[in-house]
């Protein structure tokens, strides 16, 4: 670990959100961003002798929990939710040993390569992604695949500190162990409810929730989780996915027990417990009919065979309620702030997931409600074209949102293979991205598929721009060009100076 300087300190203050609940001391976010100033140098100093001495000061192991109804009867404790409220100073001091963490688990490989949670660079669209190619990729092969989605019992909270230090010692980060052994052991927390504060209680085991590091040290402690299992999994934090397939139904079933026993054992060894109550399981075979219930993983709903029917309808739903509001505003408030509102309460849901979901057919109907809502906010009427208003207001339409999504997930991969390079001899399209065959139509709107379709589309001297002004071209480029469908751009030759930026 390293000792830091005051405007470290300012960076990471000033990227707090400015929350107004308050901690053990009395403390909240925005009070602590608006008085950093007064206390900086203290600040500084009291975080570096963390980091040299080892020690975590236990004034800043006690959260506060406040408990937040859900439904039900009021009387009932299973009716709330636990809401853990870590000191502030406590989340400053755990962001400043996070960043050197992460960097030494990245530098050194530690992470285990299925985990996508709380990795830089990675997020839960890459662990969609993940989860979808491997399913497209068993229909291309003929296989069906059966995916078994776990839920681990009060998973942070089960956390053997023990087991955890040996990990952070095997790591080759044990010159910290005495400061990760300091913040996780004796640790304590009290209950607040309308005023009245329950006496402290001792934490024995877990990692704290609410907390900054407590989620990456979870993240950690699953690194050889992959180690045991013969088949494909993902990891969100604590969220474990496991993927079997096979084209004979036999074989798939027996190794679909096998992964389940494994995930078993290896839990059971890291004194961790899966919830088979909520563990459930789910079968994707490209010839099945949509009548059974679509599985949510990581906010989408993802059925059998991956037409996105439900999903789309399930966005319908969240985006009507976004137009009814923005409906609302139209006469109330000037188009800044109108086009604020689209883009925190319309285009965000939108936009969510769209890489994988965006060529389906069903995403006419999110397009139409696009349409509807960008008219609303141009005062214009129902049959009113409205395609040049995507671009006076500054809005990508859906398709260019998609293709955006697609060129910025191609050019931020590593590695890319490009025709040349694949093959020995003189091709045509040398300086294209490597597109493998694939057997299926359905195959082609894959992220991994149509990303290089749309990205060997481009001229060469924008395909070769470094990633931030790749990304400020593309993105005036798709702002100037209102696409209605992927064709549009698919089927026209561009060359350099329909990039140029204005």
């Not at 699953?222 to 934090?237: Q, R």
């Not at 697609?406 to 890319?416: D, P």
Request: contains cysteine.
């Amino acid at each position: 670990m390293k000792n830091i300087k005051e405007e470290d300190i300012i960076e990471i203050v000033a990227g707090m959100k400015g929350k107004t609940s308050t901690d053990y001391f009395g403390f909240s976010n925005l009070f602590i961003k608006k008085t950093i100033q007064s206390f900086i140098t203290p600040l500084t100093l009291l975080i570096n002798r963390c980091i040299t001495s080892g020690h975590f000061p236990e004034t800043l192991k006690i959260t506060k929990i406040i408990p937040v109804h859900k439904k039900g009867d009021l009387n009932e404790a299973e009716n709330y939710r636990p809401i853990a409220l870590v000191p502030v100073i406590s989340k400053i001091i755990e962001r400043v040993i996070a960043k050197q963490l992460l960097q030494y688990f990245e530098d050194n490989k530690l992470f285990s390569k299925d985990q996508y949670g709380y990795r830089q660079g990675r997020s839960t669209i890459d662990a969609i992604i993940a989860l979808v190619e491997e399913i497209m990729d068993a229909f291309e092969n003929k296989d069906v695949c059966k995916i078994t989605f776990c839920d681990l019992s009060r998973a942070f909270d089960m956390v053997s500190h023990d087991i955890l230090m040996k990990l952070v010692v095997s790591s080759g980060y044990e010159q910290s162990l005495s400061l990760f052994r300091s913040f996780l052991y004796n640790r304590s927390q009290y209950v607040y409810i309308k005023g009245y504060s329950s006496s402290l209680r001792e934490i024995k085991r877990g990692v704290p929730q609410g907390s900054v590091l407590g989620p990456i040290l979870f993240t950690f402690l699953s690194t050889d989780v992959g180690k045991y299992l013969p088949e494909k999994l993902i990891l969100f934090a604590d969220d474990t996915t496991l993927i079997s397939r096979d084209g004979n139904r036999n074989q798939l079933e027996q190794k679909t027990r096998t992964n389940i026993t494994l995930f078993e054992e290896w839990l059971h060894s890291n004194e961790l417990i899966l919830n088979k109550n909520k563990t459930y399981q789910k079968e994707f075979n490209i010839r099945a009919k949509i009548t059974d219930e679509p599985v949510k993983f990581l906010g989408l709903h993802i059925d059998s065979s991956l037409t996105w029917k439900v999903h789309t309808l399930k966005l319908r739903e969240e985006l009507s309620k976004a137009i009814y509001l923005i409906r609302k505003l139209k006469d109330e408030v000037p188009e800044e702030i109108m086009k604020t509102a689209y883009f925190g309460i319309f285009q965000s849901k939108m936009a969510y997931g769209i890489i994988v979901w965006g060529a389906a057919t069903e995403a006419n109907i999110i397009f139409k409600l696009q349409k509807k809502v960008v008219r609303i906010m141009a005062n214009k009427g129902p049959r009113d074209t409205c395609r040049q208003l995507f671009s006076q207001l500054g809005i990508m339409t859906l398709s260019s949102l998609y293709i955006y999504k697609n060129l910025m997930y191609l050019k931020e991969k590593e590695n890319i293979v490009t025709r040349g390079e694949q093959y020995t001899y003189n091709t045509r399209s040398k300086d294209n991205v490597y597109l493998p065959f694939t057997r299926l139509v359905k195959s082609n709107s894959n992220p991994n598929t149509m990303s290089v379709k749309l990205f060997n589309k481009l001229p060469l001297k924008i395909k070769q721009l470094k990633s931030s002004e790749f990304k400020k071209t593309i993105n005036n480029f798709l702002m100037k060009n209102s696409f209605y469908n992927i064709n549009e751009y698919l089927e026209n030759n561009w060359i350099d100076r329909q990039f140029a930026l204005d």
